[in-house]
C-alpha cells in the first residue's frame, strides 16, 4: 500500500525522473522486489524535492573589438533555495598604445531578492586596480575596499550590473553599479537596447532575447568594444 501511494505521488509530481522500470509497477522487478522497490521509491521522494531546488547554468560570451576577437566571458548562476549566486569571469587581451591584458572576476550573492553580498577583482597586466566588496551587515550595506571601510545610504539593493546578464530590465528604472557604489539610470533606445551612463563618462547598452542578454555595446572613453552571447547551457 505504501509503494503504491509512493508511486501515484512521484508520477503524478517527478514524471520525467521516474525511470522506465518504475513507470511501469506490474514489471518483474517489483513482483520479485517488493521491498527493495519500496525502498527506491521512497529514496526518490526524499531526494527529489532538494535537487528539483538547486538549478544552476552557465553562459558565455565573446568580446571583440574592431571586428577582432580579444577576449571572453563567462556568467554562472545558482539557485538553491532562497539564495542566488551569480559569478563572473572575463579576460580581455588587447592593445592600446601598449598591450594590455585585463582579467576581472565579479561575484553577486542574493538572498530573498536582496543583494547580501558582491565582490568586483579586477587586475591589468598583473597589477590589482580594483579589489572591493559589498556586504550587507547589521541592517546596513557596507563596502570594504584598500583595508578601509565605509557604510553606504542605500537600504535595500535588488538588482545590480551582474544580473544584466540574466534578466531583462523591463520595468526597471535603475540598477545599482558595485563599482560606482550608486545607482544607474537605465535608458531605453529606439533599437530595443536598454544604455547605462557611468559617472565616469563610460557607458553600456544592452540587448536581449527570451530574458537573456545576447550583447553589450560598450562605449569607454579611450576604446568601443562589443560583448556578444556564444553559447548557454
Same mark, same amino acid.
Given at each position: 500500500?505504501? =509503494?503504491?501511494?509512493i508511486?501515484?505521488?512521484?508520477k503524478?509530481?517527478?514524471?520525467?525522473?521516474?525511470?522506465?522500470?518504475?513507470l511501469?509497477?506490474?514489471?518483474l522487478f517489483t513482483?520479485c522486489?517488493?521491498?527493495?522497490?519500496?525502498g527506491?521509491?521512497?529514496?526518490?521522494?526524499?531526494?527529489?524535492?532538494?535537487?528539483?531546488? =538547486?538549478?544552476?547554468?552557465?553562459?558565455?560570451? =565573446?568580446?571583440?573589438k574592431?571586428?577582432?576577437h580579444?577576449g571572453?566571458?563567462?556568467?554562472?548562476?545558482n539557485?538553491?533555495?532562497?539564495?542566488t549566486?551569480?559569478?563572473?569571469t572575463?579576460?580581455?587581451?588587447?592593445?592600446?598604445?601598449?598591450?594590455?591584458?585585463?582579467?576581472?572576476?565579479e561575484?553577486?550573492?542574493y538572498?530573498?531578492?536582496?543583494l547580501?553580498?558582491?565582490?568586483i577583482?579586477?587586475?591589468?597586466n598583473g597589477?590589482?586596480?580594483l579589489?572591493?566588496?559589498?556586504?550587507?551587515?547589521?541592517?546596513?550595506y557596507?563596502?570594504?575596499e584598500?583595508?578601509?571601510k565605509e557604510?553606504?545610504?542605500?537600504?535595500?539593493i535588488?538588482i545590480?550590473?551582474?544580473?544584466? #546578464?540574466?534578466?531583462?530590465?523591463?520595468d526597471?528604472?535603475?540598477?545599482y553599479?558595485?563599482n560606482?557604489?550608486?545607482?544607474i539610470?537605465?535608458?531605453?533606445?529606439?533599437?530595443?537596447? #536598454?544604455?547605462l551612463?557611468?559617472?565616469d563618462?563610460n557607458?553600456n547598452?544592452?540587448?536581449?532575447?527570451?530574458?537573456i542578454?545576447?550583447?553589450i555595446?560598450?562605449?569607454h572613453?579611450?576604446?568601443?568594444?562589443?560583448?556578444?552571447?556564444?553559447?548557454?547551457?
Amino acid at each position: 500500500m505504501i =509503494s503504491l501511494l509512493i508511486y501515484l505521488y512521484l508520477k503524478k509530481y517527478y514524471p520525467m525522473a521516474l525511470p522506465k522500470w518504475v513507470l511501469q509497477p506490474g514489471a518483474l522487478f517489483t513482483k520479485c522486489f517488493p521491498s527493495l522497490y519500496t525502498g527506491l521509491l521512497i529514496l526518490m521522494l526524499l531526494l527529489l524535492p532538494k535537487l528539483s531546488r =538547486s538549478q544552476s547554468r552557465q553562459i558565455n560570451y =565573446s568580446i571583440t573589438k574592431g571586428g577582432d576577437h580579444i577576449g571572453w566571458l563567462n556568467i554562472d548562476e545558482n539557485r538553491n533555495g532562497n539564495r542566488t549566486t551569480l559569478q563572473l569571469t572575463s579576460e580581455i587581451k588587447t592593445r592600446i598604445i601598449v598591450p594590455i591584458n585585463v582579467y576581472t572576476n565579479e561575484s553577486s550573492t542574493y538572498e530573498n531578492g536582496q543583494l547580501i553580498f558582491s565582490s568586483i577583482s579586477r587586475k591589468t597586466n598583473g597589477n590589482t586596480k580594483l579589489n572591493k566588496q559589498t556586504k550587507w551587515m547589521d541592517d546596513k550595506y557596507e563596502v570594504v575596499e584598500n583595508g578601509g571601510k565605509e557604510n553606504l545610504h542605500h537600504a535595500f539593493i535588488g538588482i545590480n550590473l551582474l544580473s544584466l #546578464y540574466l534578466m531583462e530590465p523591463k520595468d526597471i528604472d535603475e540598477v545599482y553599479s558595485d563599482n560606482h557604489e550608486c545607482f544607474i539610470k537605465i535608458i531605453k533606445t529606439n533599437d530595443g537596447g #536598454y544604455k547605462l551612463k557611468f559617472p565616469d563618462g563610460n557607458s553600456n547598452c544592452y540587448y536581449y532575447k527570451d530574458g537573456i542578454c545576447m550583447k553589450i555595446k560598450i562605449v569607454h572613453k579611450f576604446y568601443s568594444a562589443n560583448i556578444i552571447l556564444s553559447s548557454k547551457n
